[in-house]
């Protein structure tokens, strides 16, 4: 049965799966940016379309983003929080490159 039909019937629509949220910190947002740059970069599938799609000057831009984030962070982060974006910065820019060949 559609959405429509169970908003014809008056069925309540399918309710998502519940499942728990990751922990909101510096670190998690970091990641999420590194998956949006991942994305981009057509190395991982989009979650909404299940496909794989190539935009290396969003990427570049997303990579730019956490550069510039580390910037304006230094001296207010963990040694745990400036190594994870060091690190994801290194392997994005890496990735970048060989994606751009």
Same mark, same amino acid.
């Given at each position: 049965?559609?959405?429509?039909? +169970?908003?014809?019937?008056? /069925?309540?629509?399918?309710?998502?799966?519940?499942?728990?949220?990751? #922990?909101?910190?510096?670190?998690?947002?970091?990641? $999420?940016?590194?998956? $949006?740059?991942?994305?981009?970069?057509?190395?991982?599938?989009?979650?909404?379309? &299940?496909? +794989?799609? +190539?935009?290396?000057?969003? /990427?570049?831009?997303?990579?730019?983003?956490? /550069?510039?984030?580390?910037?304006?962070?230094?001296?207010?982060?963990?040694?745990?929080?400036?190594?994870?974006? #060091?690190?994801?910065?290194?392997?994005?820019?890496?990735?970048?490159? #060989?994606? #751009? &060949?």
């Amino acid at each position: 049965m559609t959405e429509e039909q +169970k908003a014809e019937t008056g /069925a309540k629509p399918d309710r998502p799966k519940s499942y728990t949220l990751p #922990k909101i910190d510096f670190s998690t947002f970091v990641l $999420s940016i590194n998956s $949006s740059a991942l994305l981009q970069l057509g190395l991982i599938e989009d979650p909404a379309s &299940g496909q +794989k799609t +190539k935009n290396l000057p969003m /990427a570049k831009q997303t990579i730019d983003l956490l /550069a510039m984030l580390e910037e304006k962070t230094r001296g207010n982060l963990t040694s745990d929080e400036e190594n994870i974006l #060091k690190n994801l910065l290194y392997e994005l820019r890496m990735l970048y490159v #060989k994606e #751009k &060949g």
